[in-house]
């Protein structure tokens, strides 16, 4: 229950009487008229109310009250009040009951001394005049609460109820900025003078009756406010591209973080955009306002203002000089009809740092047979952000001569195709530097080079074969023969050429029954017993330093066992036992249908003669005495024709010496000369015996074959007349001959 207390004021003197409120005392009295605990009295219908000073207004409903006497001399005496029962207890009185007609009137509490005070009771049913409601601000809210401005007017009686009174309110409908139909009208009750129960997209129109404190309501509801348009909702606004009007690839905009980034090395200009919308009970966007940031350094000009119409742009360019700085975030504000409104901010900043961090590289190689695909890393940008269609490669070309690259030259701008630089040409070397431009055109130094690029397009040359290193083999061709059932080797080797990466590898062929050994451009195959080999031709391959492979060159093996045919002539015909006059020449020759003859050897030492030993046949063999020759044929697979045994009787090398039986020396010469001939260059002893020689004369030296003049100079010793005897010795290799001469002396 709401509890009133009123202090009574020092009562001087009260005279009492009826419709009379004031009281006489002869002593200081202090009287405290209070509401009882046990009724409400104040603007709740139970009709009573405490004005000032110590008058209680009621009106006809039930109520109670307390007087209590302070000071003065106890023990107090309560007047009766008509209507009402009276409790006293010491010094406080309670009243209870329903008034009457004789209950309005002044009343005395008495002490026992000459002291004595009094309370007046007013009957009051009349209800305050001139109150009023009106909207606190609006008509539009964007709130859910619409505050009242409330005037409880005057009341003649009791006074107005500060705290009591009756909000009626009634509601439509809001739909785009217009109010429906209202309905009835319904209490409302207000939290610190606001209606907190709306909701949105709904009008609302009050009502207001006042109370004074005996609960007496006003004679009539003040007039409806105006409509309350409540929208919490609101208008909604959205920053969108700005319009690029001059200098557009020195900015950009950022729809993710609603930022515009500009160059301030460079000038430009853009409008700013935006999208408005509102719900339709908001009654739509009445505007929306564009910053203005004219004051901010190198913008000068750039004052926004607002528009009314979608789309909605600023009025005014926005344009920044060199060396500008950032105005940084701005509000964009949209305003709907009702005066609600909506900001979103955007931010325009500067942008003067290059992209860092950029990288190119090959993907695979470094050996290319056609496109060179790159890596492309294009760092980042702590700004605008890297614009990935403004980047560039540049290359810089070699010359590649045999897998090395030559002097580069400078770097040139490339367009690449699908990620790929497809306008490599073979036989040249690359080399890769990326360029990074950020969305405002800050250009990014070069990042560092990549690894050469090495394109070859063409393959290498088909390889020459050539064979080598026989043993039990031979070749003709591209034919290389063996001998079956016996052991060999043959070496490959292989030729290519490629004039811009170079021979990388080649591949030879695995022989079934044959091992390979070696490296390179090299293969010796060795087998033991080899049987059947393929019949295929066997293929070799090089491969250059690009990965591409060249031609196949291709050998083919066969088997052979038979040897080869071995003929033998004497002077072109039949070699005959007899013994021939002159010189023989001994002719050869072989034949081999199947790998070819290799070589016939011949030996004269009683040697056999094998595939490296003995004369090589070349020529006709000039046999001039007894000569006993071993021959054989060899084939190209190392198979050999049965041994031939040849002896050749041939007098041609005979020695044979010719003089004259005697000589006649005339009496004074101190020569003798002589005509001979031998047939062979022969050592030559002479030895001279006669008259007057005390020991034999002798003379060594050699005679050449044919005809000539030998001169002795006669002796001392020899006498004249006198015959002497000369012996002539020839030695020439095995053979030797003797003949004798008489020399004679004249007188």
Not at 668 to 676: G, P
Request: charged share 10%; hydrophobic share 35%; proline share 6%.
């Amino acid at each position: 229950m709401k509890l009133r207390v009123a202090l009574l004021a020092l009562l001087t003197a009260v005279a009492v009487g009826v419709g009379s409120s004031s009281a006489a005392t002869t002593a200081a009295l202090t009287l405290n008229l209070s509401e009882s605990s046990s009724f409400a009295c104040v603007g709740d219908g139970t009709g009573c109310g405490l004005a000032s000073g110590t008058t209680l207004y009621y009106s006809a409903n039930s109520f109670s009250f307390t007087v209590t006497a302070s000071g003065g001399t106890a023990p107090y005496t309560f007047d009766d009040v008509p209507g009402f029962t009276k409790i006293v207890s010491s010094a406080t009185a309670s009243y209870t009951g329903t008034p009457i007609g004789g209950t309005a009137g002044s009343y005395t509490v008495s002490g026992a001394g000459p002291d004595s005070g009094g309370f007046d009771l007013t009957l009051d049913i009349t209800g305050p005049t001139g109150q009023s409601v009106a909207l606190s601000g609006g008509p539009s809210y964007s709130t859910l609460s619409v505050p009242l401005l409330l005037s409880r007017g005057t009341d003649s009686g009791a006074g107005v109820d500060a705290a009591a009174g009756l909000v009626e309110r009634a509601s439509a409908t809001l739909s785009g900025g217009t109010c429906g139909s209202f309905g009835s009208w319904a209490p409302v009750t207000l939290v610190s003078g606001a209606d907190t129960t709306v909701g949105t997209g709904n009008c609302y129109r009050y009502q207001f009756k006042s109370l004074d404190l005996t609960g007496n309501a006003s004679a009539a509801w003040s007039s409806p406010t105006a409509d309350a348009m409540v929208n919490s909702v609101g208008p909604a606004v959205t920053d969108t591209a700005p319009t690029e009007v001059s200098g557009a690839g020195d900015q950009f905009w950022n729809s993710a973080t609603d930022t515009v980034w500009f160059r301030p090395t460079a000038t430009g200009s853009f409008t700013l955009n935006a999208s408005a919308s509102d719900s339709s009970a908001g009654g739509g966007i009445s505007q929306v306002a564009f910053p203005d940031v004219s004051a901010v350094t190198g913008w000068s000009g750039s004052t926004g203002g607002f528009d009314t119409s979608s789309p909605y742009a600023s009025p005014v360019v926005y344009a920044w000089a060199v060396g500008a700085t950032a105005p940084g975030p701005k509000p964009v504000t949209a305003t709907n009809t009702g005066g609600a409104t909506a900001t979103d901010t955007i931010t325009i900043s500067a942008d003067s740092a290059a992209p860092t961090g950029q990288s190119v590289n090959l993907t695979g190689g470094s050996w290319f047979g056609s496109a060179v695909p790159l890596t492309l890393v294009p760092g980042s940008d702590g700004g605008s952000g890297v614009d990935s269609s403004r980047s560039v490669v540049e290359r810089a070309s070699a010359t590649l001569t045999n897998g090395v690259c030559g002097t580069f030259g400078t770097f040139t701008a490339v367009t690449l195709s699908n990620g790929a630089d497809a306008s490599a040409a073979s036989g040249n070397c690359y080399r890769y530097q990326y360029k990074v431009t950020d969305n405002v055109g800050n250009v990014s130094s070069a990042s560092p080079p990549s690894a050469d690029a090495k394109i070859d397009k063409t393959p290498p040359t088909t390889p020459s074969l050539f064979f080598s290193g026989f043993s039990n083999t031979g070749s003709a061709g591209t034919v290389v023969y063996f001998r079956p059932g016996g052991n060999g080797t043959f070496t490959v080797t292989a030729a290519a050429s490629d004039p811009e990466s170079g021979i990388g590898s080649y591949v030879f062929p695995t022989i079934p029954g044959f091992t390979a050994a070696g490296s390179g451009p090299h293969r010796t195959y060795a087998f033991t017993n080899a049987g059947s080999v393929p019949t295929v031709p066997l293929t070799v391959s090089a491969t250059n330093g690009a990965g591409i492979g060249s031609g196949a060159a291709s050998f083919t093996l066969v088997p052979d066992a038979t040897p080869p045919a071995l003929t033998v002539r004497c002077n072109g015909g039949v070699c005959g036992k007899q013994a021939y006059p002159k010189a023989v020449t001994v002719t050869l020759s072989a034949k081999d249908a199947t790998s070819g003859v290799d070589a016939v050897r011949w030996t004269s030492d009683g040697t056999d003669p094998t595939p490296n030993h003995g004369n090589e046949y070349l020529k006709g063999i000039s046999v001039q005495g007894l000569t006993h020759l071993k021959i054989r044929a060899f084939d190209n697979a190392g198979n050999a024709s049965p041994l031939l045994n040849l002896v050749v009787n041939s007098r041609a090398n005979r020695l044979v010496f010719g003089g004259p039986p005697a000589v006649v020396v005339a009496p004074s010469a101190k020569f003798v000369s002589l005509r001979v001939s031998s047939t062979r260059r022969a050592n030559v002893k002479l030895t001279l015996t006669g008259p007057g020689l005390k020991k034999p004369v002798r003379w060594f030296f050699i005679l050449d074959s044919g005809t000539s003049i030998v001169r002795l100079r006669l002796p001392t010793g020899v006498k004249h007349p006198g015959t002497y005897s000369l012996v002539w010795s020839l030695t020439s290799g095995t053979q030797t001959r003797s003949r004798s001469m008489r020399v004679t002396l004249r007188s």
